[in-house]
């Protein structure tokens, strides 16, 4: 039997707690956690007290521990352990796409410097392996398109006012009370949590490293029934999907509501589910499939990066070396719908073209051609009654 991996564990939340009952029920993978880093000293947890410390250090500085597995919620203190971790040569693995994506190209010069591993399958989209298939896949094929719905709160929200035509308060109340939404649903409802996810997946897709700040992304608080009552007439529903596109040597990502008709892939994707569709010049379209939300899903990639890490894996950024005339670019113009309470929205923001223009029952709204660098500028996420989704 191999060495038995021991795991220095920081957080154990939903996810951790997963991980935890995952690596019990196991016999694929030799795993034992060691240690238990948490926060709260009064929470009781159902766990051996004697695995539980609340000392970051004992789990840094601990010869004994392998492996260092990061699942809390604080971007910032996950950075310092991270970061920490990997200049003690340990390997890491976690699903923090915050904080991933916010110091990717940071940690691939650590890795480089210190000879560990990082690995982060569960950051991107939940139980589907996307990050592995696209480092080792798709490694030398043309990609030309990555397209994902990546966040199972939206489309559960989305879902649930498509299907059963529910307000979008009462769409939100009902992802709270399922599990799939958090008591502030701000990063998920904004769409910074697909936002994340795809300039994590730019580096493996594309060789870029782009901050996510540079990245635009536009949420679904605003959606409305009469949005779904236009998408309907159109046979189409409203998904958010967080894509990047490449030609010729420039890439373009953003996180926008599109409008999917009946025949595209996405549509038949509901729920806390996920989905990931890549073009290639070569394999054409590709269709990836699996939940995205809860605790196992998470865990399970979780699982498969500890066990990489027995193997001595490690992300290789090909594209990163390979093609470096690849540049990332905000200049693209949006065929957009647009639903607005006020004309003074529309002055700020910059026209290609305006196509129709209606007023319905009191509600405007126009099919134009928009520039997203306009978008950007005004920061459109932040508007009341507005809501602008993609064709």
Known sequence: MSKSIKIGLFGFGVVGQGLYNVLKQTTSINATINKICVKDKSKSRNVDSNLITFDKNDILNNPDI?????????????????????????????????????????????????????????????????????????????????????????????????????????????????????SNPRLDVMAFDPKYKIAILLAHAFGLFVHEKDVFNFGISNVSNFDFQYAAK????????????????????????????????????????????????????QFFYGKGAGAFPTASAVLADISALH????YEYKKHFSDTSISFSNDVVLNVYIRYKEKSQLEKLEFESIDEQHTINQTNYIIAKVKLKSLIKNDVNEWQDFFVAAF
């Open 66 to 182: 392998d492996i260092i597995v990061e699942l809390i919620d604080n971007a910032d203190e996950a950075y310092e352990i991270v970061k920490t971790a990997l200049k003690n040569k340990k390997s890491v693995v976690s699903a923090n796409k915050k904080m991933i994506a916010e110091h990717l190209e940071e940690f691939y010069d650590l890795q480089k410097e210190h000879g560990v591993s990082l690995l982060y399958e569960g950051a991107a989209c939940g139980s589907i392996p996307i990050i592995r298939n696209l480092e080792e896949y798709y490694d030398n094929d043309l990609l030309t398109s990555i397209e994902t719905i990546c966040n199972g709160t939206t489309n559960y929200i989305l879902t649930k006012m498509s299907e059963e035509g529910l307000e979008y308060s009462e769409a939100l109340a009902g992802a709270q009370k399922s599990g799939f939404a958090e």
């Open 234 to 285: 159109n046979n189409a529903s409203i998904k958010l999907i967080a894509g990047a596109y490449k030609k010729d040597n420039v890439v373009k990502a953003y996180v926008i509501p599109k409008f999917i008709v009946a025949s595209n892939m996405f549509y038949n994707v509901k729920n806390e589910f996920n989905a990931v569709q890549l073009e290639a010049a070569f394999s054409d379209k």
């Open 311 to 314: 193997y001595q894996y490690k």
